[in-house]
């Protein structure tokens, strides 16, 4: 999963929640969530906010940059994935 403009974590904690809490193990056990977070001061609340259950912190990763810089996608990544953007304004 891959959040832009992550706010405060608070979508992000949540979708963990529900993945430990209803989702197989193996699902919640392998995933990631990368949140890319322009600000650096909402990228250390998102940390904050998700370390709160500590086995989150595993899945979770913060990249500090812009999301619209192509460059910092890096290789295309065949996986699949789901991309959240709430409350994003371009």
Known sequence: ?????????????????????NAPPKVYNNMKYISVEISSSLA??????VGEVQSHLS??????????????????DPQPCWVL??????
């Open 1 to 21: 999963i891959y959040e832009i403009g992550g706010g405060s974590g608070t979508c992000a904690k949540c979708v963990l929640d529900y993945m430990m809490l």
């Open 44 to 49: 250390e609340k998102q940390l904050e906010t």
């Open 85 to 90: 953007m709430l409350e994003v304004c371009t």
């Open 59 to 76: 899945k979770f990763t913060v990249e500090h940059r812009d999301a619209t810089d192509i460059a910092g996608w890096g290789c295309k």
